[in-house]
């Protein structure tokens, strides 16, 4: 298999069609939720916690088996019912209409996998071993859990707010001296020892 081209995708406001309702396609409703995507599940049945998931206006359960026609208003796709066929024939039905599918049981025909997540705000670090070991690329992601904690939330929300303001106060050949300073450490430090007027200090500083 060729190499993955890894994206973050943004999916506020388009329509991923779940096929199956178990353990696997709770887990994918619920990342597909977190990041404001219209959710349709289609399975004759549902998990306790895709039923809870499902009593919200971004979230239908169809509770019928699959057939073609729930791919109409798909944009992206995920087939995860226990049964073989029906997921080859999702992915067969995505394929035809060029949709993007995840297949939970067969990885040689994704057109891609789902990475395991660690994230705080605005970062998301995505850990892949593209298919060879799910359970490896969870191990890894609890790994990183130590060096990257709940600080880089508000660290990203300052930086991000501080853009507009760099833009204006410098010229863009100082931009990249700005931001080189901006994330040495010295922020980051004060935003995680609780202090954010350091960290406003550090950054009116380096407009200088
Ligand atoms: C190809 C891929 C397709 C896809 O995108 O779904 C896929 C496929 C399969 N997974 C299987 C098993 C397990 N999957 C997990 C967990 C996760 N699986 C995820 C992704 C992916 N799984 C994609 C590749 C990702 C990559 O390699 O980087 C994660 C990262 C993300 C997510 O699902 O959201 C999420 C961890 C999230 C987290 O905790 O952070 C666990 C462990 C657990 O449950 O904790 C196990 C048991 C242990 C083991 O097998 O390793 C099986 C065999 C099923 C069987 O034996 O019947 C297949 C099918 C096959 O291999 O044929
Ligand atoms: N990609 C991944 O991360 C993992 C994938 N798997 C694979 O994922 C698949 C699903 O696993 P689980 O969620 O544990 O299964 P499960 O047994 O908990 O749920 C199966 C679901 O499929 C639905 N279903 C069955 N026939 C259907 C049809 N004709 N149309 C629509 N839905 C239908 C059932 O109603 C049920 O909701 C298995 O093939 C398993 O090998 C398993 C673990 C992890």
């Not at 549902?46 to 509770?63: G, Q």
């Amino acid at each position: 298999m060729a190499k993955t081209y890894p994206v973050s995708l943004v999916l506020e406001g388009k329509r991923a069609v779940v096929v199956g309702g178990g353990s696997v396609a709770t887990r994918k409703v619920r990342g597909l939720l977190e990041c404001e995507a219209l959710v349709t599940v289609v399975a004759p049945v549902a998990s306790p916690k895709l039923r809870d998931l499902a009593d919200n206006a971004r979230c239908t359960w169809h509770a019928k088996p699959y057939e073609s026609a729930d791919l109409d208003e798909a944009d992206i796709v995920f087939a995860a019912t226990d049964d073989e066929d029906v997921n080859r024939r999702v992915y067969d039905d995505a394929t035809a209409a060029r949709l993007m599918v995840n297949v939970a049981d067969r990885p040689e025909v994704c057109t891609f996998f789902l990475p395991s997540v660690l994230r705080h705000g605005k970062l998301s670090i995505a850990v892949s071993t593209e298919g060879a070991s799910p359970l490896s690329a969870r191990h890894i992601r609890e790994g990183l859990e130590a060096q990257f904690g709940e600080e880089y939330g508000p660290y990203l929300e300052l930086l991000a707010s501080w853009r507009p303001r760099v833009c204006a106060a410098l010229p863009p050949e100082r931009h990249y001296a700005f931001w080189e300073q901006a994330t040495d450490g010295r922020v980051l430090a004060a935003l995680t020892a609780g202090n954010t007027a350091e960290a406003e200090a550090i950054l009116e500083s380096l407009l200088g």
